[in-house]
């Protein structure tokens, strides 16, 4: 008798996740369900959790590399009709966690309200960019953020101030909890400014990343040793842009961004992350810390081997 017994039009079987990922690489999800609200995603929780299940959340997949045999356990997305609702109060927004960040970005500049424009250019849901605390130079989405409240992989209901969530650089304490909704702080201004701000922010980053490739982002994070220059710097000053193994390459734009082919495999992602982790560290000791995730994947062959 399967797990999930009962909850067989929410859970379905081996769902391949290429096509959920922006890589496009990897294999199935063992289990998958896309609960249709919150009731539905507890006592799907509840019932992996009995039956000792691995759960792991899945948003756009765009901070993601899934292995190509696939991952074991249950995958579980947050459907958009369900999880995606958007309110304000004045300058006081509620917004579900299913909602596209760009989305959230373009509606607060249409509304006239500051404050998220530096998350223009950063895809993905709403409750990855809090569990990544996403961001970049112009700020993170953490600063903005009242409150968060979610389930806890077991089905139990949290509700976290801003200063329990553990916002800190490209991470946070949401890590294996997953978010439903949150309520952040904007500030008013005017349309006109705010789009400005979006633009000048896009303009920057379409000439500085290959926003049109199959990628994930940054891979690896900015190291935090003083005086290190950031990861794709290094990555650029080992000569590193343009190699490649199978369909995986480090893209010749922006050296912190790998991107994948037609063709690529997860495992050619793989190689290529353990080949930029041993030159980091022979050539300038530096030990680069991965900011994407990988799910399924041998962390050992993520790792520099050297003698
Ligand atoms: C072209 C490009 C540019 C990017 N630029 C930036 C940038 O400037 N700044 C930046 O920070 N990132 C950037 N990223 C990385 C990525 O967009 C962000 O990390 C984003 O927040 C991931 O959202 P997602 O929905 O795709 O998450 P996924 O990749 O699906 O998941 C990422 C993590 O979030 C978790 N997660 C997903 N949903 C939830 C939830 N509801 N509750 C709890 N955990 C959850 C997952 O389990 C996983 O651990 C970029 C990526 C690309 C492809």
Known sequence: MPWFRGLESIVRERVPLAQMNNYRVGGTAEFFAEPPGEEALSMVLRRAADEAVPVRMLGHGTNLLVADEGVSGLIVRLPKHAFSDLTHEGTHVTVGAGHSLPGLVKWSANAGYAGLE????????????????????????????????????????????????????????????????????????????????????????????????????????????????????IIDLMGMKGVRIGGAQVSTKHANFLICHPGAKAADMVALIRLIRERALLECGVELELEIETWGVDPDALKARVA
């Open 118 to 233: 530096c998350l223009a250019g950063v895809p993905g849901t709403v409750g990855a960019a809090l569990r990544m605390n996403a961001g970049g130079k112009y700020g993170e989405i953490g600063a903005r953020v009242t409150r968060v409240r979610g389930v806890e992989m077991d089905g139990t209901p949290f509700d976290c101030a801003r200063e329990a969530c553990g916002f800190v650089y490209r991470d946070s304490g949401l890590r294996g909890r997953i978010v439903t909704r949150c309520e952040m702080d904007v500030e008013a201004s005017d349309a006109e400014a705010c789009w400005t701000h979006v633009r000048s922010i896009l303009a920057e980053k379409s000439a500085t990343q290959p926003l049109k490739d199959r990628s994930g982002g940054c891979v690896f994070k900015n190291p935090k040793r003083p005086n290190t220059p950031p990861a794709g710097k």
